[in-house]
């Protein structure tokens, strides 16, 4: 059974930073893309970091410079550094990899970033 559990997000004030863990189980070739999308309230899920074939690395403009993702070689965990966080990062978090052509899903986190 595939499963992506995440960890990490929470309440910090503008400027602060989180860190977002996802363990990856369950999948038993490397997936083609292992990514961090978020969803803020009345919008649409959003890419924000991706591996994408192993080899590039692509972030949203939006988080450049400030969030970094990473991934242990065996791709079983995958991690968004976030810093310099704003209040427009608010959201939940979610990890996915996808395999071939199916999508797997964390369960999400919540990000709020509040003074």
């Known amino acids: 059974q595939v499963q992506l559990v995440e960890s990490g997000g929470g309440l910090v004030q503008p400027g602060g930073s989180l860190r977002h863990s996802c363990v990856v189980s369950?999948?038993?070739?490397?997936?083609?893309?292992l990514a961090w999308y978020r969803q803020a309230p009345g919008k649409q899920r959003e890419l924000v970091a991706a591996?994408?074939?192993?080899?590039?690395?692509r972030y949203a403009d939006s988080v450049k410079g400030r969030f970094y993702i990473s991934r242990e070689i065996n791709n079983k965990k995958v991690y968004l550094q976030m810093n310099s966080l704003k209040p427009e990062d608010t959201a939940v978090y979610y990890c996915?990899?996808?395999?071939?052509?199916?999508?797997?899903w964390g369960q999400g986190t919540q990000v709020t970033v509040s003074a």
């Open positions: 996915n990899a996808k395999v071939l052509t199916r999508d797997y």
């Open positions: 369950g999948i038993r070739i490397s997936p083609n893309v």
């Open positions: 591996f994408v074939n192993a080899a590039n690395i």
